[in-house]
């Protein structure tokens, strides 16, 4: 995968691990500088009685086990589940993004996810960004469909890495989430292989591809 700056938009802290982490894991690894920004640390979906910036440290935990730098991470407060209220502000937000890093590749939630900030994320980064290519990554208790259009073959090393992330999420495995599982997420990348004649593969709708 020849991308040199790639950009990945979580609405909330674990969406990029969840939807994309394995392939962003290879994309460091083939030498590809990766910046992934959180919009909202979900301070309303943690466990009773935990600390209100549980998510954001999880964050700064977990993202850099896929190897990003510490200090390619970007994090938002924007209140969860209601990112549609701020929408200009949400937009203004990914222009700068753009200016500051110029990605040539940005990942961000499928067109089909039914999150309300999901949405959110994949409207206003499809225009903040619609001069480059731009994928949708799969969440797959989000969607009520999924065109999986383009796969990154992935390695057992990089659904490591990805597993790695996940566990830096206590709070998400307390609540007892169904799918921060080992078993979904590498059925899943089975699953997503077998299309394509490989082992393991992470899928994503092509929004936009710049060639």
Not at 11 to 32: F, K, M, N, Q
Not at 70 to 91: G, K, M, T
Not at 122 to 148: Q, T
Request: aromatic share 10%; glycine share 6%; hydrophobic share 45%.
């Amino acid at each position: 995968m020849q991308h040199h700056r790639v950009l990945a938009l979580a609405p909330h802290t674990d969406d990029v691990e969840l939807g994309c982490g394995a392939a962003v894991a290879r994309l460091v690894e083939e030498g590809s500088e990766v910046f992934v920004a959180a919009f909202s640390i979900a301070e309303d979906s943690v466990p009773p009685g935990a600390p209100r910036d549980t998510l954001r440290n999880e964050f700064l935990r977990a993202v850099p086990q896929l190897g990003v730098p510490a200090d390619h991470l970007f994090i938002y407060e924007f209140p969860v589940r209601r990112l549609s209220s701020y929408r200009q502000e949400v937009l203004e937000t990914l222009v700068l993004l753009r200016r500051q890093i110029e990605p040539d590749l940005v990942l961000l939630p499928s067109a089909h996810d039914v999150h309300q900030d999901h949405r959110v994320i994949h409207a206003e980064g499809g225009r903040a960004f619609k001069g480059g290519s731009i994928f949708g990554y799969e969440l797959p208790w989000n969607h009520l469909r999924f065109a999986a259009q383009a796969f990154v073959v992935i390695e057992p090393r990089h659904l490591d890495r990805k597993w790695a992330a996940l566990q830096e999420y206590h709070s998400q495995f307390q609540l007892e989430r169904a799918y921060f599982s080992r078993e979904f997420f590498e059925g899943l990348a089975r699953v997503r292989g077998t299309q394509i004649k490989a082992p393991l593969a992470e899928a994503f709708e092509v929004v936009r591809l710049r060639l």
